[in-house]
């Protein structure tokens, strides 16, 4: 990643759900650069929701600082595992409703939903509704709503929980294509392939904290 802008830095952040609690996440000290992917992994509860809720700004840090560079200022992506998709609207409608909601003309979501839409494998279904998706459909369609904005930065939690091998192997190529385009990606998943297939390098919390790593797991 030698020369790639740096996007996103945290320094000492730390975040507590509880005044007197340890801390759920943190101290820790992470920067996320343009055509990085970095894999985020460990045990439930470890703090990779949450910090991916930080680098979102969904979720304020309760010390340190996290800065993020001005060119990637509403231009982060965040894809929660939990889908936001709206069931009774057919596909096309729901990236038509997410491109509106991003503040995008007209033209440039007819243009981006429909690009989505054939390189996630969806364009035969953009015309019907969702609640006829599979699972698998639904979140290759969830991660294209995010998409809608062309991001600098994309934050995964878990994109392809659920979803068969098909679905599997159209999101990491999707994936695969944002981190060529320059996008600077954190991605949540307890399937080590899809972290060693896409990953610049790995992150292992627990316990909220950094675990070293011995060498590094991915490939150059």
């Given at each position: 990643m030698d020369g790639n802008a740096v996007l996103c830095t945290l320094r000492q952040v730390e975040k507590r759900y509880s005044r007197h609690a340890a801390p759920v996440l943190g101290p820790i000290f992470?920067?996320?650069?343009?055509?990085?992917?970095?894999?985020?992994?460990g045990s439930n509860g470890a703090g990779k929701s949450t910090l991916l809720s930080i680098l979102a700004g969904v979720l304020r840090p309760d010390a340190g600082e996290y800065h993020l560079a001005p060119e990637a200022v509403g231009k982060v992506a965040y894809v929660p595992q939990e889908l936001s998709l709206y069931h009774t609207?057919?596909?096309?409608?729901?990236l038509r409703f997410w491109g509106r909601a991003c503040g995008l003309p007209r033209q440039a979501i007819s243009i981006r939903s429909r690009w989505l839409l054939?390189?996630?494998?969806?364009?035969?279904?953009?015309?019907?509704?969702?609640?006829?998706?599979?699972?698998?459909?639904?979140r290759r369609l969830h991660l294209a709503s995010a998409?809608?904005?062309?991001?600098?930065?994309?934050?995964?939690?878990?994109?392809?929980?659920?979803?068969?091998?098909?679905?599997?192997?159209?999101?990491?190529?999707?994936?695969?294509?944002?981190?060529?385009?320059?996008?600077?990606?954190?991605?949540?998943?307890?399937?080590?392939?899809?972290?060693?297939?896409?990953?610049?390098?790995?992150?292992?919390?627990?316990a909220g904290r950094p675990v070293p790593e011995e060498g590094n797991p991915c490939p150059d």
């Open positions: 992470l920067t996320l650069s343009q055509g990085e992917v970095l894999g985020v992994r609207l057919t596909g096309l409608d729901n054939e390189q996630l494998d969806l364009s035969d279904k953009g015309k019907q509704p969702v609640s006829a998706y599979s699972g698998g459909m639904q998409l809608m904005i062309t991001p600098k930065v994309l934050l995964l939690d878990e994109p392809t929980v659920g979803a068969d091998a098909r679905s599997v192997e159209l999101i990491l190529s999707m994936v695969e294509h944002l981190r060529d385009m320059g996008c600077a990606i954190a991605i949540i998943s307890h399937q080590p392939g899809e972290l060693e297939r896409v990953c610049s390098r790995i992150l292992t919390l627990e």
